[in-house]
C-alpha cells in the first residue's frame, strides 16, 4: 500500500467600535421564489466559538448544505505554533471539535484535519489542544511536515504565484473547510482566511521572496475553501503571529461564518481595529473578483448570544 492510498483508507499516524458597526448591519436571509437566499455571512458574539458555530452554521442552512453523505472532508486550522490555546496564536480547539461533529452528522465519510506548521509539527499539534481535541471526536489529525505529501499544481490566473505545492488532501478532498484565527501579523497586519491558507502549500518562503500580498490572493485562483469560519474569540492585537505574552490578548468573543472568503477577512479586518483597505491581500483578491469586500452589499446575519 503507498501512501496515498495509506491516506485514503484513513489510516493515518500520528477593534470594539469597528465590531458593532458590523453588527448594525443585520439583514435577515428570506425566502425568494421558493427558495431560501442564505446570509452571505454570519456575525457572531457574546458566545464560546463552539455555541457560535452550531447557531451561526444553521443560520447558513446547516452542515449538509455543504457536506454530503460520504464526503471526504479537510479541515484547515491555524496549528502554526507550539502555545497554549490562551495565547491566540491557533485556532481554538472547542471549535475544531464541534466543526468535525457537525461534519459526522452531514454524513462525512472522512474528516481529516492539518497544518503545516512553523514550529515542530508534533509538539504545535499537541500543545495547541487541537490534536487531542481531533482524536477525541473521531477524525484524523495529519501531518504536514514532509515535501512528499504535496503535489504541484499551476494557477494559471496567479500574477505572481502561478505554480506551487499543495498538499495532496486539498487535491482530493470533496469539501474544504478553513478555520483561521484571527491575529495580528507583522508583515501583513492580519492573518485571517486568506493568509491561513499558506499552511496548504509546502513552500511558503516563495510568498515572502516575491510579493506576499498579492502570492495569497493568487493562491485563493486555485481552490477557494467551501466554507470559512474565523475564530475571533481570544485575539492576538500585537506581536504576531505567535505572540510574546497574553498582555497581547483581548477576549472579543466573536465569529465570522462565510463562503465568501474575501468577506470574511473584510469583516475580521474591522473587529481587529484594522481598515481592510489597507491589508494589500484583501484589496487584490477582491479585484481580482475572489470575493465582495462591500459589506454593504452583503446579506449579513447577527447572531448575539
Keep these: 500500500m503507498d501512501r496515498r492510498e495509506f491516506l485514503k483508507t484513513g489510516i493515518i499516524t500520528g477593534g470594539a ?11 435577515l436571509y428570506a425566502a425568494r421564489a421558493g427558495t431560501v ?3 452571505d455571512l454570519v456575525a457572531l458574539r457574546n458566545a464560546a466559538p463552539a455555541a457560535m458555530f452550531a447557531k451561526g452554521i444553521k443560520a ?64 504545535s499539534y499537541k500543545k495547541s489542544g487541537i490534536g487531542p481535541a481531533v482524536t477525541a471526536a473521531g477524525a484524523q489529525m495529519v ?29 482530493d478532498s470533496d469539501v474544504f473547510i478553513n478555520v483561521p484565527v484571527l491575529k495580528h501579523h507583522g508583515s501583513t497586519q492580519a492573518t485571517i482566511a486568506m493568509k491561513n491558507l499558506m499552511g496548504v502549500v509546502w513552500d511558503r518562503s516563495f510568498y515572502h521572496r516575491h ?26 492585537e500585537r506581536n504576531g503571529p505567535k505572540g510574546v505574552s497574553l498582555d497581547d490578548i ?4 466573536n465569529q465570522l461564518i462565510s463562503t465568501d472568503i474575501v468577506a470574511a477577512d473584510t469583516a475580521a479586518a474591522k473587529i481587529l481595529g484594522r481598515d ?3 491589508i494589500g491581500y484583501i484589496t487584490k483578491a477582491a479585484a481580482m473578483q475572489l470575493g465582495e469586500k462591500n459589506l454593504r452589499k452583503l446579506n449579513i446575519k447577527k447572531i448575539v448570544f
Design 17 to 27: 467600535v469597528a465590531a458593532s458597526a458590523l453588527f448594525k448591519n443585520n439583514l
Design 37 to 39: 437566499l442564505y446570509p
Design 60 to 123: 447558513l442552512g446547516g452542515m449538509n448544505r455543504f457536506v454530503k453523505n460520504g464526503s471526504k472532508v479537510v479541515i484547515k486550522p491555524n496549528v502554526g505554533w507550539n502555545k497554549a490555546p490562551r495565547y491566540g496564536a491557533t485556532t481554538n480547539p472547542g471549535l475544531i471539535k464541534e466543526i468535525i461533529k457537525h461534519c459526522q452528522h452531514a454524513g462525512a465519510a472522512k474528516i481529516y484535519v492539518f497544518d503545516h506548521t512553523c514550529d515542530f509539527w508534533k509538539y
Design 143 to 171: 501531518p504536514a511536515n514532509s515535501e512528499s505529501y504535496y503535489e504541484s499544481v499551476t494557477l494559471q490566473k496567479g500574477k505572481v504565484l502561478k505554480q506551487t505545492k499543495v498538499h495532496e488532501l486539498i487535491i
Design 211 to 236: 510579493n506576499l500580498h498579492q502570492c495569497i490572493a493568487d493562491f485563493c485562483n486555485y481552490r477557494l475553501p467551501d466554507l470559512n469560519i474565523v475564530d475571533a474569540y481570544t485575539v492576538m
Design 250 to 253: 483581548v477576549i472579543k468573543k
Design 276 to 278: 481592510p483597505d489597507n
